[in-house]
């Protein structure tokens, strides 16, 4: 019997790949997803059990009582990190050549999907990772003469030099309002000391830490703002004052540490421009929401995959679950809106390559994109997870199985880095300033249209009903237009989902084996979409092939499309 490999167990990753991968980075990417897939059902999915069930330490004082402030971790922890930046360089490829041979940098594309798999298993592990590739992104892009040393530590394979990053912005009194953040910056002249409390910080052990901290005399709000890199080692050698107060006891996320932090007079420098600190930081926190998309993405395959293969084992009243009508079309969403997930998270990673090109089209998607993506799909796996611990039944409510785990990871992605409330209220925003409706509503209603043979013109009618509910939205008066920013963002998301279903269905009818099977998903998440009481009957009859990658015929998808 083969062993289990979570990259072939998954209908859609490889035939996404296919669409948006170059001919090369596609052939380069194939030994990673076969080797990471096995690691990620295998090693990681033990290692990540481990680490969870012994959450890290902080060791405040040496037996001399010296403070130290450092944190254990157990070694199933080190394991997982070893894994992710040394053996696959996941928080490396994007911003150097010679990761796995490759002569340049890594797309964002070929990232993504690795860290998807990688976070099927080990979710917690993926925060400091995400923080360690944007540190190393947000130096590079603001001041990377300055930082050259600090960027090719956050973006060393080594394990004898590589760093890890951190960003700390959230502090007690000013959470989601960081212009009342109280962290102050004072000027020493060579370099700066900064003295405030930070709140919440991930990783409060990292090399490298971004902070923000109010600069005397450049004003209120977020404008006084600016930023700052605090080195967890001073230039000669000693510890910075960088205390550790506590570790957060959290919900989810407990392979990796996050605590409350005073800077009491720590020893910083400046990034970049100190008068556009928070846009700075901002750029970081954009990625890092990306990033938050990909893993909630992540947990909801996994979920599907667990409850597939509990439904087919378990036999209820002489049938398999699996086979049991309300099953199956519970089971159908999830499936669907898994795949939708990975879909997005994929045109995004590809559409921020084409921004960090300088394609200004790509970089004005990439605005709204992302707070979609993070409000939707983080929304959606708290309930994709929920259900598979209820599919699972009474075992999928014990520790013994990962869906307790699975659940509380979910959670996360709609707190941190923004939560749901929050991010609405960005897409607001790009809507007000850059008409963003308009921007999705053009790119995705001509690639709509040119998917005419498939149904394409009736999703670019609803592109461009979306486009005037936008304008009608934006009319009214701004407390209604906040009041209903959440519902309009998760409709703009859907429907940019259901074009790159039906995308990604149009590649695979034309292929060289045609196969209905992404044909007949697209049009069942487009019928529950239309009508979330619809019974697409076809998609349920051929709920083996949607959840496995079978075949299925083109006339049956064809047929299941006319009928809707």
């Not at 869906?403 to 880095?417: C, F």
Request: proline share 6%; glycine share 8%.
């Amino acid at each position: 019997m083969p062993l289990p490999n979570f990259a072939d167990q998954d209908p859609a990753l490889r035939p996404l790949l296919d669409r948006v991968l170059s001919a090369d980075d596609r052939t380069r990417i194939e030994p990673l997803l076969t080797e990471l897939g096995a690691l990620a059902a295998g090693e990681i999915d033990r290692q990540a059990a481990l680490a969870d069930a012994n959450p890290p330490r902080l060791r405040s004082y040496a037996p001399d009582g010296e403070r130290i402030d450092e944190i254990e971790y157990h070694p199933a922890h080190d394991r997982l990190a070893e894994i992710a930046y040394e053996r696959f360089g996941l928080a490396a490829m994007s911003h150097r050549p010679g990761v796995h041979g490759r002569p340049d940098r890594t797309p964002h594309t070929v990232k993504y999907a690795l860290s998807y798999l990688y976070v099927q298993s080990e979710f917690g592990m993926a925060c400091p990772l995400s923080m360690t590739d944007s540190a190393a992104r947000v130096l590079r892009l603001f001041d990377p003469e300055r930082y050259a040393a600090e960027i090719a530590a956050l973006t060393s394979t080594d394990p004898a030099t590589r760093a890890t990053g951190a960003m700390f912005m959230t502090e007690k009194q000013g959470g989601t309002d960081v212009g009342r953040t109280e962290t102050v910056a004072s000027d020493q002249g060579a370099h700066w000391t900064l003295t405030g409390k930070k709140w919440f910080a991930s990783n409060p052990g990292a090399d490298v830490i971004l902070t923000l901290a109010r600069v005397p005399g450049q004003g209120e709000g977020t404008r006084g703002l600016g930023m700052f890199l605090v080195p967890r080692l001073r230039p000669d050698g000693t510890r910075n004052a960088v205390r550790i107060d506590r570790l957060k006891d959290k919900l989810g996320s407990r392979s990796i540490a996050s605590g409350e932090v005073t800077l009491d007079g720590a020893y910083a420098t400046p990034v970049g421009d100190l008068t556009r600190g928070f846009r700075q930081m901002a750029e970081m926190l954009n990625v890092s929401r990306l990033s938050n998309a990909m893993r909630s993405a992540a947990l909801m395959r996994r979920a599907v995959r667990e409850s597939v293969a509990h439904a087919r084992e378990r036999v209820v009243f002489g049938t398999p679950l699996f086979e049991q009508p309300l099953m199956r079309m519970t089971l159908l969403p999830m499936i669907l809106d898994a795949e939708a997930a990975l879909a997005l998270v994929l045109e995004a990673a590809a559409r921020l390559d084409e921004a960090d090109a300088g394609d200004a089209a790509a970089r004005d998607l990439v605005r709204v994109l992302t707070p979609l993506a993070k409000y939707t799909v983080c929304k959606r796996a708290r309930t994709v997870t929920g259900e598979a611990m209820e599919i699972r039944g009474g075992n999928g409510y014990i520790e013994d199985w990962v869906n307790p785990r699975l659940l509380r990871d979910a959670h996360l992605g709609s707190i941190w880095e923004g939560s749901s409330n929050v991010i609405a209220l960005d897409v607001l925003r790009c809507l007000r300033r850059y008409a963003a409706h308009h921007t999705l509503a053009r790119a995705y209603g001509d690639r709509a249209r040119a998917l005419s043979p498939y149904a394409g013109k009736r999703l670019a009618v609803r592109w461009e009903e979306l486009a005037a509910r936008g304008d009608r939205l934006l009319a009214g008066p701004a407390a209604e237009q906040e009041m209903r920013a959440g519902r309009y963002a998760e409709e703009l998301t859907r429907t940019v989902m259901g074009t790159l279903l039906l995308e990604q269905a149009a590649y695979e009818c034309a292929a060289p084996a045609p196969n209905g099977r992404a044909l007949l998903a697209a049009h069942a998440y487009l019928a529950l979409l239309t009508d979330p009481d619809a019974l697409p009957r076809a998609a349920l009859e051929h709920l083996d092939a949607l959840a496995d990658g079978g075949e299925v015929p083109i006339a049956v998808a064809e047929a299941a499309a006319d009928a809707e």
